[in-house]
Nanobody, 115 residues
């Protein structure tokens, strides 16, 4: 699976961004999908995940209530809606898809939140 993430940018605190992760190469709906992020000098951390069907979602405590993960299997795309952004959300955001025996990462998209 090839993953193309986009939608990052510079936003003021309190603003919003919507990240997209477009998949190609294999059947997107066969995979659960997640978003991770890596801030400067820190390890990559889990942000949110969604089941292959979209019926189950999971969030890190730090983003719960502000971020929403979703997917459109018909268009092979996953999303991360990020509201009420904080400077601590500044990071490179990565999408990942996971099946029982395989996992694929997309390239990152940079999100910068100014105070």
């Amino acid at each position: 699976v090839q993953l193309q993430a986009c939608g990052g940018g510079l936003v003021q605190a309190g603003g919003w961004l919507r990240l997209s992760c477009a998949a190609s190469g294999r059947t997107f709906s066969n995979y659960a999908m997640g978003w991770f992020r890596q801030a400067p000098g820190k390890e990559r951390e889990f942000v949110a995940a969604i089941s292959w069907s979209g019926t189950s979602t999971y969030y890190a405590d730090s983003v719960k209530g502000r971020f929403t993960i979703s997917r459109d299997n018909a268009n092979n795309t996953g999303y991360l809606q990020m509201n009420s952004l904080k400077p601590d959300d500044t990071a490179i955001y990565y999408c990942k898809v996971v099946a029982s025996t395989s996992a694929y990462w997309g390239q990152g998209t940079l999100v910068t939140v100014s105070s």
